[in-house]
């Protein structure tokens, strides 16, 4: 599988702040690509997702900006919150061919401080 | 209307015996797809499952890994000799029609192997 790369692997932000978190892949055949969120002892849970026909998508505090001629996306977490601590994950995907799995980069821990 | 169930939570096994993972999907999923997280790594792909299927098995290593979803009962992602390398996160992920829309991630199972 093409790799996702993500960074930074750990971030620390204050209350109220911008968390930026940056992604880049290689397989231009993704056309779908998510952001998961995961607490400690729990699994990933689909936080918002693009697809690469837009350059941002807003909803709520998290924004996904996409950039597909530099094949990189980023979320941007508005007025972060110590409730935002968490893992994030990108991810990419795309249709056809034989695996319908997503593949994801290795995380960035964020924590905010209050 | 119960998410995707696994268990057991946390898996202790000694090394060359046998770690046997369930998964029951959400209510009218009827794909499966099973990923392993190591620590400070992020999710990798094992396998997609349909009913009585497998659709994709490339993350699967060659030996000793094993998986199913039977008609009737739970997708079992079965690992046989167990050693330490092993020892990881295993979530099951579920969705109605693929990937594309995003998967419901169980709560894991944690593996250690002594």
């Known amino acids: 599988q093409q790799q996702v790369k993500q960074s930074p692997q750990s971030l620390i932000v204050q209350k109220g702040g911008i968390s930026i978190i940056n992604c880049a892949y290689e397989n231009t055949a993704f056309d779908y690509f998510p952001w998961y969120q995961q607490f400690p002892g729990k699994g990933p849970a689909l936080l918002i997702a693009?697809?690469?026909?837009?350059s941002e998508k807003k909803e709520g505090r998290f924004t996904i900006s996409f950039n597909k001629s530099a094949k990189q996306f980023s979320l941007h977490i508005m007025d972060s919150q110590p409730g935002d601590s968490a893992t994030y994950f990108c991810a990419g995907t795309y249709s056809g061919g034989g695996a319908d799995g997503l593949t994801f980069g290795k995380g960035t821990h964020l924590i905010i401080q209050p | 209307n119960a998410g995707v169930m696994q268990n057991p939570r946390h898996l202790v096994r000694r090394r060359g015996q046998e770690a046997r993972l369930r998964c029951s999907p959400m209510?009218?999923?009827?794909?499966v797809y099973w990923y392993r997280q190591l620590p400070e790594e992020g999710l990798k792909f094992m396998v997609y499952?349909?009913?009585?299927?497998?659709?994709?098995e490339s993350g699967m290593p060659k030996e000793r890994f094993s998986a199913e979803f039977p008609k009737e009962g739970p997708s079992i992602l079965r690992i046989q000799q167990v050693v330490r390398g092993d020892s990881a996160a295993y979530f099951c992920?579920?969705?109605?029609?693929?990937?594309?829309?995003?998967?419901?991630f169980g709560s894991g199972t944690r593996l250690t192997v002594v």
């Open positions: 992920a579920s969705s109605v029609t693929g990937a594309r829309y995003g998967y419901t």
């Open positions: 209510k009218g999923h009827s794909h």
């Open positions: 499952l349909q009913k009585e299927n497998i659709i994709d």
């Open positions: 693009i697809r690469p026909d837009v």
